[in-house]
């Protein structure tokens, strides 16, 4: 479901005072987008399932950590969803890296909220990353999108550690300066 200008932080803190509709309605707002999310990142629907429950439960057990000055409320989300992403792919050992869906991850379509400047924000970075060079565009997307850690972007890339770490520094250092602009 997506509700125009849907205010996560102040869902997110109803959570905290443990609001139960307010809890619903970041579910039945969010949760297939964060099930999409997750299922492309394992490749599995049974598992992603799984941990959409487990990510749910952890932002309702823990929405009283939210603090909206470090961040917005769909993004809190989200990083508890990939953090549990990237343990489940930890766990199992098997990494999969599957190049399209790192790019269709990346590309994701600005979130239902339609604030402008969120929205303003998402094309921002999509346009700073189209801009940067793909030797440093790759490596930064595997490492934020797949989990992957250095090491293993260097032996997917036939590439030294060293060089990885030079071209994910740089990158970063390009994106943050063009996110200033």
């Known amino acids: 479901m997506i ?3 849907f205010d996560y932080e102040a869902h997110l803190e ?4 443990r609001d139960e509709p307010a809890f ?7 949760s297939s ?7 492309k990142m394992l490749g599995r629907r049974d598992e992603a ?11 309702w057990d823990n929405a009283d950590r939210f603090d909206r000055t470090l961040g917005s409320g769909r993004a809190w989300m989200y990083s508890i969803l990939r953090y549990r992403v990237l343990s489940r792919l930890r766990r199992r050992d098997e990494i999969v890296v599957d190049d399209e869906v790192i790019h269709a991850v990346a590309d994701d379509a600005p979130g239902p909220e339609g604030l402008a400047t969120e929205a303003q924000g998402v094309h921002r970075l999509d346009r700073c990353l189209d801009y940067l060079e793909d030797d440093r565009r790759g490596p930064i997307m595997l490492a934020y999108y797949q989990g992957l850690s250095h090491g293993q972007i260097a032996q997917k890339l036939a590439t030294p550690l060293g060089t990885i770490k030079s071209r994910i520094r740089a990158g970063l250092r390009a994106l943050q300066e063009c996110l200033s602009a």
């Open 14 to 17: 109803r959570c905290a005072r």
């Open 3 to 5: 509700i125009e200008n």
């Open 33 to 39: 987008r964060m099930l999409g999310l997750a299922a």
């Open 49 to 59: 399932e799984e941990i959409l429950h487990d990510a749910f439960v952890q932002i």
């Open 24 to 30: 619903d309605a970041l579910y039945n707002c969010e």
